[in-house]
């Protein structure tokens, strides 16, 4: 029963922070809000801090790596074009704008977005937690090369995919002294109905 309350856990509260952005149809802005309340609610007994303290601190948090994505954007498309590269200049089908929006807001944000929140989370530094960060922040900037759609009726737009695929890794990241241990407490269980020969 614990095990199917983790694989919940772990499986639906991405969704849900997904399913409330889309059903409210919410300002891009209130992303951060949203991701940063579920994120908190669904591991409250996991913080370091007092449960209103943990919360405030993973609002501020999320909005500073949302808006240092969100204008880091700016700089470096600024910062490409001082070096001289123009529009004719492409990336397969991307311009040097989408290259600059991929720096910003698929590989900067998630970033800090993961390292600042997990801060407020016990048992949170490990190598597992580095491995995790690294393969959340790949996938996600490999999907953004292929799916482009930002559109917000649909429901697998970028940025929900965005919300997907970072709360998946901070739901793994918090409560992977959970996993483990569940993992351990499986493989060491006698196996039942052996057949005897």
């Known amino acids: 029963m614990e095990s ?3 694989i919940l856990k772990l499986i639906l509260t991405p969704f849900l922070s997904v399913s409330v952005l889309f059903l409210t149809e919410s300002s ?9 309340i579920i994120l908190s609610i669904s591991n409250y007994n996991l913080f370091r801090l007092e449960l209103p ?3 405030f601190l993973g609002i501020v ?10 204008f880091g954007y700016t700089i470096f498309y600024k910062a490409i074009e001082l070096i001289g590269i123009t529009n004719d200049i492409t990336i397969g089908d991307w311009f040097y704008t989408d290259l600059a929006f991929c720096i910003g807001a698929f590989i900067i944000a998630p970033y800090l977005t ?4 997990k801060l407020l989370f016990k048992n949170t530094k490990t190598k597992l937690t580095y491995w995790i960060i690294s393969i959340t922040i790949f996938v996600f900037v490999m999907i953004s090369f292929v799916h482009s759609d930002q559109d917000i009726k649909n429901f697998f737009n970028i940025f929900n995919l965005w919300q997907l695929i ?5 739901q793994l990241i918090i409560n992977q002294k959970l996993i483990t241990k569940k993992i351990k407490s499986e493989s060491k269980k ?4 052996k057949v005897l020969w």
Request: positive net charge.
């Open 53 to 55: 303290n943990g919360i």
């Open 166 to 170: 970072i709360m998946f890794g901070l």
């Open 114 to 117: 993961i390292y600042l929140l």
């Open 28 to 36: 891009l802005f209130l992303y951060p809000l949203i991701f940063s």
């Open 4 to 6: 199917l309350k983790l």
């Open 190 to 193: 006698p196996a039942h109905n």
């Open 61 to 70: 948090y999320s909005y500073v790596a949302f808006f240092i994505g969100f």
